[in-house]
């Protein structure tokens, strides 16, 4: 078939933007049709590209497309901040049995061409990544941070992990734990209930120097009793990493969905 369109399918979301060093605009979308796992489903990890800064967009690049025996989420586009032929895309697909690799797509031609989708990261049975996110370092070496969950006896693990690679993209390392992840989610402070509050996944961002910065929601600060934001930060491309901190000022109040930036 020809081009894909957001309108092949019933419904889209987790919508995720990046601007390329040559304003080239990328955006990205999970598209669905049906729910999850059941007959007749369809999903897929949507690209489409303007290069007038957003007023105008192509027909969507189709990156993967699955059916009920997969399903495809929490994606994030990265336009190479150096190289405007590059722009990489990640997201985690996940079985009917909770097993969720870190799945990985790259442009090395400005968006004329995807390279086929291909797992990076696989974290084995009982376990999957979420919040998949690559940030470019000031060399040019590519990072992807994710929320690896294992279901255990005693219930769910998170680890916040990174990933490197020196070739953008084409060769991934092995992953590198950055820190717990300890966040129990907000709730509405007058009805005492959960909120959809992004809990299970992070911010990234990079800086000078070939540092990386992390932040997230984390119950730690308050010995479980509620969500705060924690920050660390890499000085070395994602190798070794500080301590978490929190960075919220009112421990006694609830943080929710955080977002990191870097000044030069």
């Keep these: 078939g020809g081009p894909a369109k957001c309108g092949d399918y019933d419904r889209s979301t987790d919508p995720w933007v990046s601007f390329g060093p040559d304003g080239t605009a990328w955006a990205m979308s999970l598209s669905t049709t049906v729910a999850s796992f059941t007959e007749g489903s369809a999903n897929a990890m ?3 590209r303007s290069a007038d800064g957003g007023r105008t967009w192509g027909n969507a690049a189709t990156l993967i497309a699955d059916s009920a025996l997969n399903f495809n989420d ?8 150096l190289d ?12 009917a049995q909770g097993r969720g ?4 797509a790259r442009t090395v031609d400005g968006g004329a061409s995807w390279e086929a989708a291909r797992s990076i990261y696989d974290p084995g049975p009982g376990a999957q990544t979420i919040g998949n996110l690559v ?5 040019g070496t590519l990072v992807n941070l994710a929320n ?27 992953p590198v734990t950055v820190s717990s992840h300890l966040a129990i989610g907000a709730r509405d402070p007058e009805t005492g209930l959960p909120i959809r509050d992004g809990a299970i996944v992070l911010s990234a961002a990079a800086g000078p120097g ?20 924690a920050y660390t930060r890499s000085l070395d491309g994602g190798l070794t990493w500080s301590g978490p901190v929190r960075v919220n000022p009112d421990p006694a109040v609830t943080a929710f969905t955080a977002n990191v930036h870097v000044l030069a």
């Design 210 to 229: 070939g540092s990386v910065h992390v932040a997230w929601q984390d119950s730690r600060f308050s010995g479980g009793a509620r969500d705060g934001i």
């Design 46 to 48: 949507l690209v489409s």
């Design 84 to 95: 405007a032929r590059f722009a990489y895309a990640v997201w985690d697909r996940l079985d």
């Design 101 to 104: 690799p870190a799945y990985f």
């Design 135 to 139: 940030v470019v370092l000031s060399d």
């Design 148 to 174: 690896r969950l294992v279901e255990g006896a005693g219930g769910r693990v998170a680890t916040i992990v990174a990933l490197r690679s020196a070739d953008r993209g084409a060769t991934w390392s092995a």
């Design 74 to 81: 929490k994606n994030a586009i990265t336009a190479d901040p």
